[in-house]
């Protein structure tokens, strides 16, 4: 029972540079988010899903986006880094929403 | 708008006291209430939640208190120990019919127990 896998764990990307940070979870979890973590922050959501082929924005969506395919999976697009993505990136999942969220060990990206 | 704060960034205490961490909520929709707790390069883990229902919830060492007329929460830990130095995250969510699951943090407190 894996739980939650991010892959990659470290990244460093050009400005303008486009990516998909990659989040899987073997648990049958509908409910799935992306959150970023920034000093003085906290966590903000960027996206979450109730459910294949549902997604809504959360917190701070712009320059992301995401699509849900298939239960397991729910990747996260960057279309055109920006220095300000500069961040450390959690994907979680959970069976009731809200509640017993699993998180991933995160995706630290640097954008230069 | 920052709806989960967290206004104290860092708790420095001593091995075997109590320390208490303290949230304010913006949202009287949230309807239940989450500590997740992270140590460095790891994703945060839960650590005790607690419905609006309720005033109060405890695990072991840890206790949650809600005072929703303040829209106010804090986590108790006692004794503290240093095992449990680690950034702490309040969380909230609205539950019930249209759940999204939709979970928000605030800014984090870091704890240091010195031994």
């Known amino acids: 029972n894996a739980g939650v896998t991010q892959t990659p764990k470290f990244q460093v990307l050009k400005t303008g540079q486009s990516m998909t940070l990659q989040c899987a979870q073997d648990?049958?979890?509908?409910?799935m988010s992306w959150y970023r973590q920034d000093p003085g922050m906290g966590l903000r959501l960027i996206h979450y899903?109730?459910?294949?082929?549902?997604?809504d924005q959360g917190e701070v969506p712009n320059g992301y986006n995401v699509s849900r395919s298939t239960t397991e999976d729910f990747p996260l697009r960057l279309l055109s880094a920006a220095p300000s993505q500069t961040s450390v990136y959690f994907c979680?999942?959970?069976?009731?929403?809200?509640?017993?969220?699993?998180f991933g060990s995160g995706t630290r990206l640097t954008v230069v | 708008d920052q709806q989960v704060k967290q206004n104290s960034p860092s708790l420095s205490v001593q091995e075997g006291r109590i320390s208490i961490l303290n949230c304010d909520y913006t949202?009287?929709?949230?309807?239940?209430f989450l500590w997740y707790k992270k140590y460095p390069a790891e994703g945060p883990t839960f650590l005790i939640s607690?419905?609006?229902?309720?005033d109060k919830n405890e695990d072991g060492r840890f206790t949650v208190f809600l005072n929703k007329s303040a829209k106010h929460l804090s986590l108790h830990i006692v004794p503290s120990q240093p095992g449990d130095s680690a950034v702490y995250f309040c969380?909230?969510?609205?539950?019930?019919?249209?759940?999204?699951?939709?979970?928000?943090f605030g800014q984090g407190t870091t704890l240091q127990v010195k031994p």
């Open positions: 979680a999942s959970s069976l009731s929403g809200g509640i017993g969220y699993t």
């Open positions: 899903s109730v459910g294949a082929g549902i997604t």
């Open positions: 607690i419905s609006s229902i309720k």
């Open positions: 949202n009287s929709m949230f309807d239940y």
């Open positions: 969380a909230a969510v609205k539950r019930g019919s249209g759940n999204t699951g939709k979970l928000i």
């Open positions: 648990m049958n979890h509908e409910y």
